[in-house]
Antibody
Protein backbone atom coordinates (compact mmCIF):
# COMPACT_ATOMS: atom_id res chain seq x y z
CA UNK A 1 0.00 0.00 0.00
CA UNK A 2 1.62 3.23 -1.14
CA UNK A 3 1.94 6.06 1.36
CA UNK A 4 2.95 9.66 0.72
CA UNK A 5 4.34 12.09 3.28
CA UNK A 6 5.03 15.78 2.81
CA UNK A 7 7.88 17.50 4.60
CA UNK A 8 9.32 20.98 4.67
CA UNK A 9 9.27 24.27 6.56
CA UNK A 10 5.93 25.37 7.95
CA UNK A 11 6.86 29.03 7.82
CA UNK A 12 8.35 30.90 4.87
CA UNK A 13 9.11 34.61 4.63
CA UNK A 14 7.59 36.71 1.86
CA UNK A 15 9.67 36.83 -1.33
CA UNK A 16 11.54 33.65 -0.36
CA UNK A 17 11.25 30.14 -1.77
CA UNK A 18 8.87 27.49 -0.49
CA UNK A 19 10.44 24.02 -0.70
CA UNK A 20 8.54 20.83 -0.02
CA UNK A 21 9.40 17.16 -0.44
CA UNK A 22 7.07 14.21 -0.74
CA UNK A 23 8.46 10.84 0.32
CA UNK A 24 6.86 7.76 -1.17
CA UNK A 25 6.84 4.49 0.72
CA UNK A 26 5.37 1.09 0.03
CA UNK A 27 5.93 1.19 -3.73
CA UNK A 28 8.49 2.31 -6.27
CA UNK A 29 8.28 5.67 -8.02
CA UNK A 30 9.73 4.28 -11.24
CA UNK A 31 6.50 3.25 -12.91
CA UNK A 32 5.59 5.43 -15.83
CA UNK A 33 1.91 4.94 -15.02
CA UNK A 34 1.85 7.65 -12.41
CA UNK A 35 1.90 11.42 -12.23
CA UNK A 36 3.45 12.75 -9.03
CA UNK A 37 1.52 15.88 -8.19
CA UNK A 38 1.11 18.82 -5.87
CA UNK A 39 -2.24 20.34 -4.90
CA UNK A 40 -2.88 23.09 -2.39
CA UNK A 41 -5.81 24.37 -0.37
CA UNK A 42 -5.98 27.74 1.40
CA UNK A 43 -7.81 27.64 4.71
CA UNK A 44 -11.56 27.36 4.18
CA UNK A 45 -11.22 27.32 0.40
CA UNK A 46 -11.14 24.87 -2.46
CA UNK A 47 -8.43 22.80 -4.09
CA UNK A 48 -5.90 24.22 -6.54
CA UNK A 49 -3.81 21.98 -8.76
CA UNK A 50 -0.19 23.13 -8.81
CA UNK A 51 1.41 20.68 -11.19
CA UNK A 52 2.89 17.24 -11.72
CA UNK A 53 6.12 15.48 -12.59
CA UNK A 54 6.65 12.11 -14.24
CA UNK A 55 9.48 9.65 -13.61
CA UNK A 56 11.12 10.71 -16.89
CA UNK A 57 11.25 14.28 -15.58
CA UNK A 58 8.45 15.63 -17.75
CA UNK A 59 6.43 18.29 -15.98
CA UNK A 60 3.14 20.08 -16.38
CA UNK A 61 2.44 23.19 -14.34
CA UNK A 62 -0.58 25.34 -13.65
CA UNK A 63 -0.12 28.42 -15.87
CA UNK A 64 -1.15 30.64 -12.97
CA UNK A 65 1.97 29.53 -11.08
CA UNK A 66 4.24 28.35 -13.87
CA UNK A 67 6.74 31.19 -13.71
CA UNK A 68 7.45 30.43 -10.05
CA UNK A 69 7.42 26.61 -9.92
CA UNK A 70 10.00 23.91 -10.24
CA UNK A 71 9.18 20.25 -9.69
CA UNK A 72 11.61 17.34 -9.72
CA UNK A 73 11.80 13.68 -8.83
CA UNK A 74 14.54 11.54 -7.28
CA UNK A 75 13.92 7.88 -7.97
CA UNK A 76 16.75 6.69 -5.71
CA UNK A 77 15.32 8.49 -2.71
CA UNK A 78 11.71 7.81 -3.71
CA UNK A 79 10.98 11.48 -3.37
CA UNK A 80 9.56 14.26 -5.47
CA UNK A 81 9.74 17.93 -4.69
CA UNK A 82 8.16 21.32 -5.19
CA UNK A 83 9.85 24.69 -5.19
CA UNK A 84 7.73 27.83 -5.36
CA UNK A 85 9.66 31.07 -5.41
CA UNK A 86 8.79 34.67 -4.64
CA UNK A 87 6.04 33.64 -2.25
CA UNK A 88 3.43 36.00 -0.84
CA UNK A 89 0.72 35.63 1.76
CA UNK A 90 -1.54 34.32 -1.02
CA UNK A 91 0.60 31.17 -1.11
CA UNK A 92 -0.34 30.29 2.46
CA UNK A 93 -2.15 26.96 2.25
CA UNK A 94 -2.14 23.28 3.09
CA UNK A 95 0.01 21.61 0.45
CA UNK A 96 -0.78 18.04 -0.54
CA UNK A 97 1.30 15.65 -2.57
CA UNK A 98 -0.65 13.06 -4.50
CA UNK A 99 -0.18 10.20 -6.92
CA UNK A 100 -2.17 10.45 -10.09
CA UNK A 101 -3.13 7.44 -12.16
CA UNK A 102 -5.00 7.02 -15.41
CA UNK A 103 -4.46 10.62 -16.29
CA UNK A 104 -4.42 12.24 -12.87
CA UNK A 105 -7.15 10.60 -10.93
CA UNK A 106 -5.75 11.04 -7.43
CA UNK A 107 -6.08 7.69 -5.75
CA UNK A 108 -3.43 8.41 -3.14
CA UNK A 109 -2.72 11.55 -1.11
CA UNK A 110 -0.34 12.67 1.59
CA UNK A 111 -1.82 14.00 4.80
CA UNK A 112 -0.99 17.58 3.84
CA UNK A 113 1.33 20.14 5.35
CA UNK A 114 0.45 23.71 6.29
CA UNK A 115 2.79 26.34 4.91
CA UNK A 116 2.36 29.88 6.19
CA UNK A 117 3.97 32.82 4.42
CA UNK A 118 4.70 35.51 6.95
CA UNK A 119 7.55 37.67 8.14
CA UNK B 1 -8.98 26.89 -18.17
CA UNK B 2 -12.02 24.65 -17.81
CA UNK B 3 -14.24 25.94 -15.04
CA UNK B 4 -16.27 23.56 -12.90
CA UNK B 5 -19.32 24.95 -11.10
CA UNK B 6 -20.84 22.86 -8.35
CA UNK B 7 -24.35 23.30 -7.03
CA UNK B 8 -25.37 23.70 -4.40
CA UNK B 9 -22.39 25.10 -2.51
CA UNK B 10 -24.06 24.19 0.75
CA UNK B 11 -26.51 21.41 1.45
CA UNK B 12 -28.32 20.54 4.66
CA UNK B 13 -29.83 17.07 4.86
CA UNK B 14 -30.93 14.42 7.34
CA UNK B 15 -29.73 10.91 8.01
CA UNK B 16 -31.28 8.54 5.49
CA UNK B 17 -31.89 11.26 2.89
CA UNK B 18 -30.95 11.01 -0.76
CA UNK B 19 -28.90 13.95 -2.04
CA UNK B 20 -27.58 14.99 -5.42
CA UNK B 21 -24.69 17.35 -6.17
CA UNK B 22 -24.24 18.74 -9.67
CA UNK B 23 -21.00 19.71 -11.40
CA UNK B 24 -21.16 21.69 -14.64
CA UNK B 25 -18.12 22.15 -16.88
CA UNK B 26 -17.54 25.27 -18.95
CA UNK B 27 -16.80 23.05 -21.95
CA UNK B 28 -17.18 19.41 -22.80
CA UNK B 29 -14.90 17.05 -20.89
CA UNK B 30 -16.25 13.68 -22.04
CA UNK B 31 -16.27 11.50 -18.91
CA UNK B 32 -12.95 12.76 -17.55
CA UNK B 33 -14.31 13.67 -14.15
CA UNK B 34 -13.73 12.55 -10.59
CA UNK B 35 -15.49 13.13 -7.28
CA UNK B 36 -13.71 13.47 -3.95
CA UNK B 37 -14.89 13.55 -0.36
CA UNK B 38 -12.99 15.64 2.18
CA UNK B 39 -13.44 15.46 5.92
CA UNK B 40 -12.30 18.45 8.00
CA UNK B 41 -8.54 18.49 8.44
CA UNK B 42 -8.04 15.51 6.14
CA UNK B 43 -6.85 14.94 2.60
CA UNK B 44 -9.48 14.41 -0.08
CA UNK B 45 -10.52 10.83 -0.79
CA UNK B 46 -11.34 9.62 -4.28
CA UNK B 47 -14.91 8.36 -4.51
CA UNK B 48 -15.64 8.11 -8.22
CA UNK B 49 -13.55 8.35 -11.37
CA UNK B 50 -14.33 8.37 -15.05
CA UNK B 51 -17.60 10.04 -14.06
CA UNK B 52 -19.30 6.86 -12.88
CA UNK B 53 -16.76 4.26 -11.73
CA UNK B 54 -16.89 3.64 -8.01
CA UNK B 55 -13.47 3.49 -6.40
CA UNK B 56 -12.70 0.25 -4.59
CA UNK B 57 -13.92 0.28 -1.00
CA UNK B 58 -16.37 3.13 -1.46
CA UNK B 59 -19.90 2.25 -0.35
CA UNK B 60 -22.42 1.57 -3.07
CA UNK B 61 -24.72 4.34 -1.80
CA UNK B 62 -22.41 6.68 -3.74
CA UNK B 63 -22.93 6.90 -7.49
CA UNK B 64 -21.90 9.22 -10.29
CA UNK B 65 -23.29 9.94 -13.71
CA UNK B 66 -22.97 12.31 -16.60
CA UNK B 67 -20.87 13.12 -19.61
CA UNK B 68 -19.92 16.19 -21.57
CA UNK B 69 -20.69 19.21 -19.42
CA UNK B 70 -23.09 18.00 -16.73
CA UNK B 71 -22.35 15.51 -13.98
CA UNK B 72 -23.98 14.39 -10.78
CA UNK B 73 -22.91 12.74 -7.56
CA UNK B 74 -25.73 11.01 -5.72
CA UNK B 75 -25.65 9.68 -2.19
CA UNK B 76 -28.56 7.51 -1.17
CA UNK B 77 -29.47 6.93 2.46
CA UNK B 78 -27.07 9.41 4.09
CA UNK B 79 -24.93 8.03 6.89
CA UNK B 80 -23.23 10.07 9.66
CA UNK B 81 -19.82 9.66 8.01
CA UNK B 82 -21.09 11.22 4.76
CA UNK B 83 -21.32 14.72 6.18
CA UNK B 84 -18.28 16.30 4.59
CA UNK B 85 -17.24 18.46 1.66
CA UNK B 86 -17.35 17.15 -1.89
CA UNK B 87 -15.34 18.29 -4.90
CA UNK B 88 -15.47 17.46 -8.58
CA UNK B 89 -12.28 17.48 -10.66
CA UNK B 90 -11.73 17.49 -14.40
CA UNK B 91 -8.70 16.00 -16.08
CA UNK B 92 -9.72 16.45 -19.69
CA UNK B 93 -7.32 19.35 -20.19
CA UNK B 94 -4.54 21.13 -18.39
CA UNK B 95 -4.60 22.79 -16.02
CA UNK B 96 -6.51 20.26 -13.99
CA UNK B 97 -9.27 22.09 -12.15
CA UNK B 98 -11.62 21.44 -9.26
CA UNK B 99 -15.09 22.65 -8.50
CA UNK B 100 -15.48 25.10 -5.64
CA UNK B 101 -16.89 22.41 -3.37
CA UNK B 102 -20.18 21.43 -1.78
CA UNK B 103 -20.44 21.30 1.98
CA UNK B 104 -22.93 18.72 3.18
CA UNK B 105 -24.14 19.26 6.71
CA UNK B 106 -26.54 17.43 8.93
CA UNK B 107 -29.94 19.05 9.41
Amino acid sequence: QVQLQESGPGLVKPSETLSLTCTVSGESVTSGDYYWSWIRQPAGKGLEWIGRVEINGNTEYNPSLKSRITMSIDRSKKQFSLKLNSVTAADTAVYYCARGYRGSYYFNWGQGTLVTVSS
Amino acid sequence: DIQLTQSPSFLSASLGDRVTITCRASQGISNNLAWYQQMPGKAPKLLIYAASTLQSGVPSRFSGSGSGTEFTLTITSLQPEDFASYYCQQLNAYPITFGQGTRLEIK
